[in-house]
């Protein structure tokens, strides 16, 4: 069983920046593929970032260029680091886990744990 736990969401003015962390348990985290994705209010969530095994990085077009997806594999976490926010930046967060030795592909049935979310919320 792998835990997820994200933190550093909040309140931020647009064009500000932020840095998620996923932080998960377990040994084999060094093989697992990340990704993060989120929910706005209404919709479906959605793939932002991810980030394969081999640290090979894959982004949403909406977030290419601004959002950066890494991993530090001796602190079993993943970071997102999200610059120059916009108001459709705002949603829950959520940091995702696919324990097959993956790709970090873009649907959510990829994935095999969650976290419980955290809420970015950027003002105009």
């Known amino acids: 069983q792998v835990q997820l736990v994200e933190s550093g969401g909040g309140l931020v003015q647009a064009g500000g920046s932020l840095r998620l962390s996923c932080a998960a348990s377990g040994r084999t985290f060094s093989t697992y593929a990340m990704g993060w994705f989120r929910q706005a209010p209404g919709k479906e969530r959605e793939f932002v970032a991810g980030i394969s095994w081999s640290g090979n990085t894959y982004y949403a077009d909406s977030v290419k260029g601004r959002f950066t997806i890494s991993r530090d594999d001796a602190k079993n976490t993943v970071y997102l680091q999200m610059t120059s926010l916009k108001p459709e930046d705002t949603a829950v967060y959520y940091c995702?886990?696919?324990?097959?030795?993956?790709?970090?592909?873009?649907?959510?049935?990829?994935?095999?744990?969650w976290g419980q979310g955290t809420q970015v919320t950027v003002s105009s």
């Open positions: 995702a886990a696919d324990s097959s030795r993956g790709r970090a592909g873009k649907l959510t049935t990829m994935y095999d744990y």
